[in-house]
Every structure is written in C-alpha cells, then in structure tokens.
C-alpha cells in the first residue's frame, strides 16, 4: 500500500521535482492527520479553525481560474447536467428551475478543481492532478476517506447516497441515474472518480440538501445547496457561523456567473482558462 507515495517520491528526487516531493510529504501528513481526526473529533475542529484563519489572508481577490479539462469536462456533460438536474431538483419545493440547478452543479465542479493554496501559488496546479490520483488509490487500498475528483466526494459520503440515507432525516428513496450493479458501497470510490457517475451523485446529494432543508425549515438557495455539498448543514446560522465554509462561499461566488452563463448561451464559458465577474461578462443580443 505504499507502493504509490514511494513512486511520488522516487518521481520528485529523479527529475528534481522539489513540488512532486513536497506533494508526496503533503500527501503523507494528510493521511495521518485524517487518521487522528478519526479517533478524536476535537482535532478536526481545531484543524479547521487553524486552517481558516491561514487561509483568511488569501481569499480577498480569488483568482477564479478554471482548469482547462474541468471547462471541457463541463462543455461535454452540459446536456447530461441538464438532464441530471430534471431528475433531481424539485422546483416547486426550491423555486430553481433545471438550469440554475445545472448551473449549481456546474459552480460546485469549478470550485472543486482549484484549492486556495493554488490560488497563492499557480505554480502547483499542473501537479495536482498527481495529487488527487493519490487519493484515489489511497481510499482504494488503505481505506482512507479523501474526497476526491471531479465533484469532490467522499467515499462516506457516496455510501450515504447508496443507503438513501440523509441525517436528521433517515431513509429517503432517491432516483439514481447509476447502473443497479453499480449501487454497493464496495464501489464508493470508482463512482465518486469516474466522471458520469460521480455527476449523478452530486446531483443525487444536492437532492438530499433539498430535502435536509425542508426538514429544517430553513430556505433554499444556491448558497444552501453549496453548503451542504461542503460541510453537510444548511441551517443559515450555522452556514454564517464557519468560517471555512465562508470561504468557500467566497470562492465559488466567482465561479457563479460563468456557470449560469454556460445555460444561458453565452459561449464565453465554453472553455474559459478563468471566469469573469458579472460586470465583465459578455452579453449576447
């Protein structure tokens, strides 16, 4: 089971990669780190009031980059969003019709592929890649529960899906547009990382937050549905009380109007390289 984070290493003292190696130390103290957040819960709230307060700093002016294959990956999909989001968003309940909630979707993919860390330092983007691919074999072969790409799922939390479990709530029966054989939580985590499925399951679990909002009384906005895909609350106090989801807000508030415009034709987010304010966007006539 350590046969990949030895072959990132050997990968970064072979080509001189000081990133690759840094990503591979990285990689390395994230895996213990989530093993201790496991067995004590009060360190997982400390690390995230820690890394909230680094982070802080950095997100005034988010640079709004979007990766190339993510933008492809989105352009290709457009339809098969659409489609996804028919089946899972319940206008009468949200007042959102199927396209902002394709385009929400669409907002969570793009907010997905870029870490703020990235945002401080471009130079690390090409090898991140490498690092979630990491991730994958890690939950794989050690058990390990990172979210990993294009959604950013956990494993955890696919099994929550397949279960049609929603907490607070109990059993809920949802419409999951994934082969039957496919449905067993030995599969979490190829479903959470092969493309189709994984859009089927964001999907599937903005459903939940729909539904984990009726539960609480609370409304319904794109920001409630982000909420939930990123910290699993929807409740508006609790929502302004995290800090790191704040920042998350803030970041995926850029990425916003690109993927509206995505539904409303506007071909500038076709294959963008980074999204432009709503000020800046072209209109079509």
Known sequence: MLYLPLALYHVGVSEG???????YLGFCATTLLLALMNRTPPITSLFTTA???LVAPYLAAPSGYIRPHIATLVHHHQQYLLTLAHTHNHPQRTQINDHEFAAIMVTILYTEQLGWLED???????????????QVVSNEYIGTNFSVWPANLRPSVVDEILSNEIPQVGHHDLPLLIPPQLQHPAQANQLASTTDTALALLAANLERGIIRAQHEAVPITWKTLLAWHNAG?????HIAQNRSLQHYLQ???IYREPALALYRNEMVC????????????????
């Open 251 to 253: 970041r995926a508030s």
């Open 17 to 23: 990669g000081n990133v690759v190696r840094a990503l």
């Open 270 to 285: 076709v294959n963008p390289l980074f999204a432009a304010q709503p000020s800046t966007l072209p209109q079509t006539h």
């Open 233 to 237: 609350i929807v409740d508006p106090q």
């Open 51 to 53: 890394s909230s307060a």
């Open 120 to 134: 401080v330092v471009p130079s690390i983007r090409p090898v991140t890649p490498l690092y979630q691919a990491a």
